[in-house]
């Protein structure tokens, strides 16, 4: 795989803090009731963090609560508990105790697998957030390597090679990664874009300058009312003017394959990039890390030996 981070855009200031989420308050007074050492962890710290988390963790609502170990674990309903906090570093966030950054990026591998809301992709869009917050890629893979038998590690090391500073959504993140498996050339990732005579003309998703080509990743939740529509249309317009192509991406071209190959060839043509060279196949989002597919497949086939050794003892003995 290759990696140009010679592209990545600036980190985000280290000062930034992202707006509060919308159950904040929720999570105020579950914190005035807790009366021991504790932070917020895991999907809760994710979402506190400001990163994106899948609709299940949404949709549940669970809270993810870690204590120290001698203290035991939260055991109540609507609440996951986990141990663990004496060997973590905690930042204050909205005013509340939150697992730090580099440390609940690797938390979330123990969200992933079968029948666990996190996927291999998931695991990329939270590290693209936590490089964002100025993480680095060798401080997160040490908070990996540095736990006794990490669960996930075998999705969080292969999302390190992934990740990129400057997506800004998890659709940003998907259809970055769509680009790259498909072969085409990397872009810029948020930055700032001036007409010939510097004056700012729009700050587009992804960006080819040098084939004057940019990308927005509309989200339906934050492009789709009267005023989105209108503010999006204007700055089109500007760009058009000065030469510059646009491309309107929405989760049906990412998760569509139709679509998504239709997506992928017309900006291939506008990058001057071959469409016979277009990997389509290896487009398509991926849940598992190719690691941890082998992993899945070897412990299908044990399985499957295993029963066929159980049915021959069973029956074997019978025939003849």
């Known amino acids: 795989m290759t990696h140009l981070d010679d592209t990545d855009s600036p980190l985000a200031s280290p000062t930034y803090e992202p707006p509060p989420p919308d159950n904040v308050d929720a999570l105020r007074e579950v914190a005035r009731s807790i009366r021991w050492p504790f932070a917020f962890s895991h999907s809760t710290a994710a979402q506190l963090l400001g990163w994106p988390v899948p609709w299940s963790p949404r949709a549940v ?35 509340l105790p939150v697992i730090s950054p580099a440390q609940t990026w690797a938390d979330l591998g123990e969200l992933v697998g079968r029948g666990l809301p996190y996927s291999f992709e998931d695991l990329i869009g939270a590290g693209d957030q936590a490089l964002n917050a ?3 890629r ?40 769509c680009c790259h498996r498909a072969g085409l050339p990397l872009p810029a990732l948020n930055v700032m874009v001036y007409d010939a005579r ?32 209108a503010f999006d249309a204007a700055r089109f317009a500007r760009g058009e003017r000065s030469g510059w192509q646009f ?74």
Not at 72 to 95: A, Q, T, W
Not at 201 to 226: I, M, N
Request: positive net charge; contains cysteine; charged residues 30%.
């Open 134 to 136: 100025g993480c680095t």
């Open 61 to 95: 609502g669970d809270v993810h609560i870690m204590t120290e170990t001698a203290a035991g674990r939260i055991r109540s309903p609507g609440f996951v508990g986990h141990r663990g906090l004496e060997l973590r570093e905690v930042v204050l966030l909205h005013d």
């Open 247 to 320: 491309f309107e991406i929405r989760s049906k071209q990412v998760w569509e394959e139709d679509e998504r190959g239709r997506a992928l060839r017309a900006l291939a043509d506008e990058l001057d990039f071959p469409q016979q060279r277009l990997d389509l196949v290896a487009a398509e989002p991926q849940s598992h890390s190719p690691e941890a597919a082998a992993t899945l497949a070897e412990n299908l086939e044990r399985r499957r030996r295993r029963s066929r050794a159980r049915h021959l003892a069973t029956y074997a003995p019978g025939w003849g």
């Open 198 to 229: 510097g004056h700012f003309l729009f700050r587009p998703d992804q960006t080819w300058r040098a084939k004057r080509v940019a990308v927005e990743c509309q989200g339906s939740e934050f492009h789709d009312t009267p005023d989105a529509v």
């Open 138 to 177: 060798a401080q997160l893979r040490a908070v990996v390597e540095s736990r006794v038998r990490p669960r996930g590690k075998r999705t969080l090391l292969p999302a390190l090679g992934w990740m990129r500073p400057g997506s800004e959504s998890m659709l940003e993140t998907r259809w970055r990664l």
